[in-house]
């Protein structure tokens, strides 16, 4: 079991940062490959980035490619998504989730094994 908990979500201007954060409730972190996916009203959830469980690949959607980094410190639990040069599309509610480690190449596709989540943080991008 892994319980996630996100923040740092809010209202930023088109062409701001945001630093987006989750804090993992777990005795094995390691065991887990993360991710951050995002779900705009109306739409299905879509994702936008993973990392492997010691940090050494990353995966990005094309749309957010360059501009978002993840990263994560298996020292604290936690994973982290920087945002910068925001855009109104880039608005949604962000969600961060633990997938089995072995199951990274999936992660974009939703994932082959069970799957944590946590509750979501908004991001809203507007002037």
């Known amino acids: 079991q892994v319980q996630l908990v996100e923040s740092g979500g809010g209202l930023v201007q088109p062409g701001g940062s945001l630093n987006l954060s989750c804090d993992a409730s777990t005795d094995n972190f390691r065991a887990y490959a993360m991710a951050w996916f995002r779900q705009a009203p109306g739409t299905e959830r879509e994702f936008v980035a993973s990392v492997t469980w010691l940090g050494t690949a990353k995966e990005y959607s094309e749309s957010v490619k360059g501009r978002f980094t993840i990263s994560r410190d298996n020292a604290k639990n936690t994973v982290s998504l920087r945002m910068k040069n925001l855009r109104p599309e880039d608005t949604g509610v962000y969600y961060c989730?633990?997938?089995?480690?072995?199951?990274?190449?999936?992660?974009?596709?939703?994932?082959?094994?069970?799957?944590?989540w946590g509750k979501g943080t908004l991001v809203t991008v507007s002037s």
């Open positions: 989730a633990a997938f089995p480690r072995g199951d990274f190449r999936t992660i974009p596709t939703g994932g082959a094994g069970t799957a944590y």
